[in-house]
């Protein structure tokens, strides 16, 4: 990994480093967080219709359960889930279903994702509602989890959260077969990984950063 990315901006005052709580993110930076309204506290009101469909209850109660429901059913059961919480556990950050997933309403761009100021994996319940979509996601932000666990990561450097967005996707999303029937070239199988690897790490790092495709590709060219 490479020295830390600069920003433009002079404002220092909210450093946010992985012990920092209760963060918001001030005006000059974006992490993301407006994908995940509720965690600032913002309710999601059932429309009229829903309460009318759902017997009483809106939609978003249904989803949360179903996708609670997946989530205990991926930590019993799920082989790669269950790897990456043994691997925590054994580093010393035993994960707790009720302290560190959350399945909340987010932004429709977004399924998942990890906030390092809680220790929390968040799972989209209005957007996961499959036990195979529940397993993909939570491995891939269990990688996060461990990575913020084992390591320090300075979420103000890009450079590592693009060192973190790489392993994820090349442990989790990525396999050979994977990588093959995404891409066009499929005579050179032998890089069908490796593009697959760099393809999905800068989609999340754009999403994550709210950067340009070229700058994405910069950092990730620089840490992997």
């Known amino acids: ?21 209760d963060f918001k993110p001030n005006k000059f930076e974006d992490y993301g967080y ?4 509720q965690r600032f ?3 999601i009101k059932p429309k009229w219709y829903e309460k009318f469909l759902f ?3 809106s ?3 249904l989803n949360k359960n179903l996708c609670e429901q997946n989530v205990e059913k991926c930590i019993e059961n799920h ?13 010393g950050c035993e994960a707790n ?13 977004v399924k998942g994702g990890f906030d390092p100021s809680t220790n929390q994996i968040i799972l989209c319940h209005n957007r996961v509602n499959k036990y195979t ?3 993909e996601i939570l491995s891939h932000e269990l990688v996060h989890a461990f990575d913020y666990c084992r390591a320090f990561i300075d979420v103000e450097n890009n450079y590592h959260v693009a060192c973190t967005e790489i392993r994820a996707a090349n442990l989790t999303s990525c396999s050979i077969m994977d990588a093959i029937s995404n891409d066009s070239a499929l005579f050179h199988f032998k890089d069908a990984q490796k593009e697959c690897v760099r393809r999905k790490a800068a989609l999340s790092l754009q999403m994550v950063r709210n950067i340009c495709k070229e700058r994405a590709a910069f950092l990730l060219t620089h840490s992997f």
Request: hydrophobic share 35%; net charge positive; proline share 3%.
């Open 133 to 135: 979509d529940c397993a």
């Open 1 to 21: 990994m490479n020295g830390k990315d600069q920003k433009s901006n002079s404002d220092t005052n909210n450093l946010y480093l992985n012990s920092a709580k």
């Open 59 to 61: 939609r978003e109660i």
């Open 97 to 109: 279903i009720l302290r560190h997933f959350s399945c909340e309403y987010c932004d429709k761009a």
């Open 41 to 43: 506290g913002n309710v």
């Open 79 to 91: 082989p790669g889930v269950k790897l990456l919480l043994s691997a925590m556990k054994s580093i």
């Open 55 to 57: 017997y009483g209850n």
């Open 34 to 37: 407006f994908f995940f309204p």
